[in-house]
């Protein structure tokens, strides 16, 4: 989100297009080449904190056994491929905003807003259904969340934690492939509509 506000919003407040944008190149390959860069910065420190996390846990493991040890093979690779997936849906929303965004706050709150949003609706959902004596009218405000699930990609699909945490695939979703596949054409369709806005994008 950060990275988003300086590499598009703050670079349009600065006029700095004037300059990047002077270059033989197009408009589309001046967003693309940000984003990689975005989510190259992105992936990376996944990497960072991921490699942490398991050195963390060696240590710890070393001298606690748990019941259930922490899986740091496949599981914990799985985990690893299904954060990336949001985090390439995350820097394509961000994008977008920074780009359509008239001041730099504006992606920061947006794309925590819809970070939210997506992570949460589904969890919502099923609360209301598991528990219709929750609230009043519970089945109107669950239809309501629902049309969410149309305009939204489900973060909480990809939260896979529990496979590495339990040392068992049983907690992958059955329609995981769906899942990848939404998400994936949800990010690849915010880029399209982010290179669609900056063709035709005037700036003064």
């Not at 991921?50 to 040890?69: M, N, R, V």
């Not at 961000?94 to 709150?109: K, Q």
């Not at 068992?168 to 769906?178: E, K, V």
């Not at 949800?186 to 982010?194: A, C, H, N, R, V």
Request: charged share 15%; net charge positive.
């Amino acid at each position: 989100m950060l990275l988003a506000q300086e590499l598009f919003t703050k670079e349009f407040d600065r006029k700095l297009y004037l300059t990047s944008l002077s270059y033989p190149k197009t408009r589309q390959s001046f967003l693309l080449g940000r984003l990689v860069a975005i989510y190259a910065l992105q992936i990376a420190l996944l990497f960072l904190l991921s490699l942490t996390l398991l050195l963390c846990l060696k240590s710890i493991s070393a001298g606690y056994e748990q019941a259930t040890p922490v899986s740091l093979g496949k599981p914990y690779l799985i985990t690893f491929s299904f954060i990336a997936i949001e985090l390439f849906v995350i820097a394509a929303i961000a994008s977008l905003l920074a780009i359509r965004a008239s001041t730099p706050s504006f992606v920061l709150i947006g794309t925590v807003g819809f970070t939210l949003a997506a992570r949460s609706f589904a969890p919502m959902i099923a609360l209301l259904e598991n528990n219709t004596s929750l609230m009043k009218n519970s089945s109107e405000y669950k239809s309501s969340i629902g049309i969410l699930g149309y305009l939204l990609p489900d973060f909480n699909a990809l939260d896979t934690r529990a496979i590495a945490l339990y040392d068992s695939l049983t907690f992958l979703p059955h329609n995981w492939t769906l899942n990848i596949a939404t998400n994936l054409l949800y990010g690849i369709g915010l880029i399209t509509l982010s290179i669609w806005s900056l063709n035709r994008k005037k700036f003064i």
